[in-house]
């Protein structure tokens, strides 16, 4: 379940020498936009380098943290790609540091860092702004999942989203929709259908960039075990797609698409049922021990092409 950054502790015990994380991420223009502001970002660090990986891949959970993250960029036709390249220079730069906290148990610290992190690429966007006359109003949207031996621990802001479905249980959503509708929602006064149909569903409250002046990220964590998937997504997939659909697309394929990487299956039928939108998912699985890859073409990191 979802839970408040854990507190200081001694060291954790190493995971088992078999605990490793699967991935699947892709982007998709989708079927009305000329370009595509999505992207995504999927890295792995320790306490020397962080590393680029591949659009799939499997890789053991022992000796390494993993980040896997989903921007949707607005305010112009070059946002998501300025968006990504700030937040990929400010991920690289802070976030090796944090695995020294992991390695040593040192939990409380995951908040700073990730606060300062959005913090950081928030002020670059603004600057952007303010330097640039076609990057005024540029803004993003920033999902980010950080994976560790035992947490997953999450920053967001914006309404691209993340989800945790358990081995058990229903799956929910973790992050919060910084907009109007999804507050109304959380509060209980609309159901999912009247938020995917209210006028005002993507006017964001709050984004990186964007000509916010204050910025409040969503930051949690998930103690993760075997059997669990998250999903991290743009808006553009939830607009195809119902909750109750991601959920069974994930965990019960149809026959025409079990060959397909679970990140590629919601996005192509997400494209197919709506496509107004680019359109992007990361699925991240912690699978048990016996569980075979599925439609995994990287098991090792590598260059983003």
């Not at 060291?11 to 994380?21: E, G, M, R, T």
């Not at 691209?160 to 081995?167: D, E, G, Q």
């Not at 509060?187 to 964001?204: D, T």
């Not at 743009?234 to 991601?246: I, M, N, P, T």
Request: glycine share 10%; with cysteine.
């Amino acid at each position: 379940m979802t839970k408040p950054l854990p507190p200081a502790a001694a060291p954790p015990a190493a995971p088992p020498s078999s605990a490793s994380v699967r991935w699947s991420g892709i982007t998709h223009v989708g079927r009305v936009r000329q370009n595509n502001e999505d992207t995504f970002l999927a890295l792995t660090f320790d306490g020397h380098e962080v590393r680029y990986l591949g659009k799939t891949g499997e890789a053991p959970l022992a000796g390494s943290d993993f980040v896997f993250a989903v921007s949707d960029g607005m305010g112009g036709a070059k946002s998501g790609e300025f968006a990504s390249r700030i937040a990929v220079d400010r991920i690289t730069k802070l976030l090796p540091r944090g695995f020294r906290l992991s390695a040593a148990g040192l939990a409380s610290g995951f908040n700073d860092i990730l606060d300062e992190l959005f913090t950081a690429i928030h002020a670059d966007l603004i600057q952007f702004g303010r330097s640039y006359e076609e990057c005024a109003g540029m803004g993003a949207t920033l999902s980010l999942a950080w994976v560790t031996p035992e947490w997953l621990y999450f920053a967001h802001l914006g309404d691209s989203r993340i989800y945790y479905l358990p081995a058990a249980g229903g799956m929910r959503q973790l992050t919060h929709d910084h907009t109007y509708v999804g507050w109304l929602r959380r509060k209980g006064e609309i159901n999912e259908r009247q938020a995917r149909e209210h006028p005002g569903r993507n006017s964001l409250n709050q984004a990186l960039g964007a000509g916010h002046q204050f910025i409040d990220p969503h930051i949690g964590a998930v103690d993760h075990r075997p059997g669990d998937r998250f999903l991290i997504c743009s808006d553009g997939l939830v607009d195809g797609l119902w909750d109750r659909q991601l959920e069974e697309m994930l965990r019960h394929p149809p026959g025409a698409r079990v060959h397909e990487t679970p990140a590629q299956r919601l996005v192509e039928e997400a494209v197919q049922a709506s496509g107004r939108d680019n359109t992007t998912a990361v699925v991240i699985e912690i699978p048990s021990p016996a569980a075979p890859a599925e439609a995994t073409t990287s098991a090792l990191p590598t260059p983003l092409p």
